[in-house]
């Protein structure tokens, strides 16, 4: 069974400053990594994969996670935070060796809270 | 090119009524999954459809929930003799292929109150 992480119910930064939220994750085969942005009664848009190849990965918005097999994890990243960055945040995995359902498993997410 | 578009965006239902929930997946896509959401959770995944095929509803509940994604219209996730517990914000999203490679896009979701 595959399942995800994000140790972190809130994370809150100070506009301008470097954010991290975190993501761990456990598959029995090899991952394809995904984060999403939700905002307030929307739906979630997409912001970054992680399939193969280089182990940083760069999306939307200027964010950016890593790939790290060794921790399992997957943390999204950003140099320098703006308020409109504050949503909520979720990592998402899927074991493509196949052992798993076909849908995304998603972790309980991370709301961002940037200050001014 | 519209995205996933998902109505009713609110649904309001008695104990015991049914539910049916409506999926246009995106322009070129004949993949849906649905997902439900419930209060300070993540998604859940419920159920994968291409055409006419279920092709994984493990996280579907075993009674009163049922999908369909027939060859013309949009993809139906019908939940029948609705309980409090079934009020959640129900997304669905869609894929061009079933290849992981893809991201799914998602709608902005159903958001069923049971009453």
């Known amino acids: 069974a595959q399942s995800v992480a994000q140790p972190e119910d809130q994370v809150n930064v100070a506009e301008g400053n470097p954010l991290t939220v975190k993501c761990t994750y456990s598959?029995?085969?090899?991952?394809?990594l995904f984060w999403y942005v939700q905002y307030p009664n929307r739906g979630l848009q997409f912001l970054l994969k992680?399939?193969?190849?280089?182990?940083l990965v760069k999306g939307s918005y200027g964010f950016e996670a890593e790939f790290n097999k060794s921790q399992t994890s997957f943390h999204l990243k950003k140099p320098s935070a703006l308020v409109s960055d504050s949503a909520l945040y979720f990592c998402?995995?899927?074991?493509?060796?196949?052992?798993?359902?076909?849908?995304?498993?998603f972790g309980k997410g991370t709301h961002l809270i940037i200050q001014p | 090119n519209a995205g996933v578009m998902q109505n009713p965006r609110h649904l309001v239902r008695r104990r015991g009524q049914e539910a049916r929930l409506r999926c246009s997946p995106m322009?070129?896509?004949?993949?849906v999954y649905w997902y439900r959401q419930l209060p300070e959770e993540g998604l859940k995944f419920m159920v994968y459809?291409?055409?006419?095929?279920?092709?994984?509803e493990s996280g579907m509940p075993k009674e009163r929930f049922s999908a369909e994604f027939p060859k013309e219209g949009p993809s139906i996730l019908r939940i029948q003799q609705v309980v409090r517990g079934d009020s959640a914000a129900y997304f669905c999203?869609?894929?061009?292929?079933?290849?992981?490679?893809?991201?799914?896009?998602f709608g902005p979701g159903t958001r069923l109150t049971v009453t």
């Open positions: 999203a869609s894929s061009p292929s079933g290849s992981d490679l893809y991201e799914q896009y």
């Open positions: 598959v029995s085969g090899n991952p394809y």
């Open positions: 992680y399939i193969t190849g280089d182990n």
């Open positions: 998402a995995v899927r074991d493509f060796s196949g052992g798993g359902a076909d849908g995304l498993t």
């Open positions: 322009k070129g896509h004949s993949h």
């Open positions: 459809l291409q055409k006419e095929n279920i092709i994984d």
